[in-house]
């Protein structure tokens, strides 16, 4: 993880920060929400990512012979984009959530990677 501006730098390094993370739990029913909550942010980021691509691209097409038919498909894809981004939002909030309960619970304890 890079100390600046807190990205990990490879996905190696984010898996390796999580791992290390996980050794931080005292209650392994902890530890199993908090890597559940990873796999929702995970899936809920992939839904993210490929709803706003397809919002982005059916935004920029052109609909010269049926322009009522594009955009409301248009529409659909707007509310799945917007949909998706709520999901998101809401698992990084449930993951955030874990972390700082984590945070306050470890005491003299250091966070791995920093």
Request: glycine share 6%.
């Amino acid at each position: 993880m890079l100390k600046d501006d807190r990205q990990f730098k490879d996905p190696a390094a984010a898996r390796a920060y999580v791992r290390n993370l996980t050794y931080l739990f005292d209650d392994a029913e902890e530890m199993v929400e908090f890597l559940s909550a990873c796999d929702i942010v995970q899936a809920t980021l992939v839904r993210w990512l490929f709803q706003k691509n397809r919002y982005e691209r059916l935004r920029r097409c052109t609909w010269s012979r049926e322009p009522q038919t594009g955009q409301a498909e248009k529409e659909v894809a707007r509310c799945e984009y917007g949909k998706a981004s709520a999901e998101f939002q809401l698992a990084k909030e449930s993951l955030k959530r874990i972390i700082r309960k984590l945070d306050g619970a470890r005491g003299d304890r250091e966070l791995p990677g920093g």
